[in-house]
C-alpha cells in the first residue's frame, strides 16, 4: 500500500526557534497533500491543503505566515512552525492524495511538537 | 463552520459485544470516511462511501451512508480487543477532496 513518512517523529524546541517538520510519500506521487493537527484526546483539526507547485491554501484561523508550508515536488512537503511557542505545541499529521483519486488520502504516522 | 459530531463519545465495552458509532451533520457530503487512529499514530482509512443509502462492510465493520448523504453509522459485531481506538468519520462537502472531521469516539474493548 502507499506509504507516507514524516520526519522527525518527535522533536522539543525552546519558545521563538522554528522547526521544520516534513513529509514525504515513499511509493507513490501526491498532487495533493494535507497538514492536520491534533491536540490530546481531540480530532484532527485540518489546518491547510498543499497543492505542488503551487501556494498552500489555510483554513480559517490558521496563521500562513506562523505556519509555512512548502510543496516542491510530487513527494515532499514541509511544514515549517516558525517562531514557536508553547501553545504551539501539538501534534501535526499530514497526509497525501494519490493521483488521480485524492479522496485515498493516505496518513503519516505524525510527528509531536513540544514547545518549552 | 460545517461540524461533523460524533456518538458517542466514549465508549466501553466487553469483548464480543457489538457497538454502533454515528456520525452526523447538517451537511451533505459528496463523500464520507472513517479511519481508525491509534494513540502516536496517524489514522487509517478504512472506508469511504459516496452513494446514499450505501452499505460496506469490512469483516466485522459495517458501514452505513445515510439515504441523504449527512449522516454515517459504522456497525462492528463481536468487538475485540484490537478493535480498540479512535474512531474518526470525515466528509468532504465541496467534492475537492478536502477532509473535515468529526469529533471522534474513543472505543475501549476490555478482554
Known amino acids: 500500500g502507499a506509504v507516507v513518512s514524516q520526519h522527525p517523529s518527535w522533536v522539543i524546541c525552546k519558545s521563538g526557534t522554528s522547526v521544520k517538520i516534513e513529509c514525504r510519500s515513499l511509493?507513490?506521487?501526491?498532487?495533493?497533500m494535507f497538514w492536520y493537527r491534533q491536540f490530546p484526546k481531540q480530532s484532527l483539526m485540518l489546518m491547510a491543503t498543499?497543492?505542488?507547485?503551487?501556494?498552500?491554501?489555510?483554513e480559517q484561523g490558521v496563521e500562513k505566515d506562523k505556519f509555512l508550508i512548502n510543496h516542491a515536488s510530487l513527494t515532499l512537503s514541509t511544514l515549517t512552525v516558525t517562531s514557536a511557542h508553547p501553545e504551539d505545541s501539538s501534534f501535526y499529521i499530514c497526509?497525501?492524495?494519490?493521483?488521480?483519486?485524492?479522496?485515498?488520502?493516505?496518513f503519516g504516522p505524525g510527528t509531536r511538537l513540544t514547545v518549552t | 463552520t460545517q461540524l461533523l459530531e460524533q456518538s458517542p463519545q466514549f465508549l466501553s465495552i466487553q469483548e464480543g459485544e457489538n457497538l454502533t458509532v454515528y456520525c452526523n451533520s447538517s451537511?451533505?457530503?459528496?463523500?464520507l470516511q472513517w479511519y481508525r487512529q491509534e494513540p502516536g499514530e496517524g489514522p487509517v482509512l478504512l472506508v469511504t462511501?459516496?452513494?446514499?443509502?450505501e452499505v460496506k462492510k469490512l469483516k466485522r465493520l459495517t458501514f452505513q451512508f445515510g439515504d441523504a448523504r449527512k449522516d454515517s453509522s459504522l456497525h462492528i459485531t463481536a468487538a475485540q480487543p484490537g478493535d480498540t481506538g479512535l474512531y474518526l468519520c470525515?466528509?468532504?462537502?465541496?467534492?475537492?477532496?478536502?477532509?473535515?472531521f468529526g469529533t471522534g469516539t474513543r472505543l475501549k474493548v476490555l478482554a
Open positions: 511509493d507513490f506521487q501526491a498532487t495533493t
Open positions: 497526509s497525501a492524495g494519490v493521483s488521480p483519486n485524492p479522496a485515498e488520502q493516505y
Open positions: 498543499s497543492n505542488e507547485g503551487s501556494k498552500a491554501t489555510y
Open positions: 451537511s451533505v457530503f459528496s463523500s
Open positions: 462511501v459516496v452513494t446514499g443509502g
Open positions: 470525515a466528509g468532504d462537502t465541496s467534492g475537492t477532496y478536502k477532509y473535515i
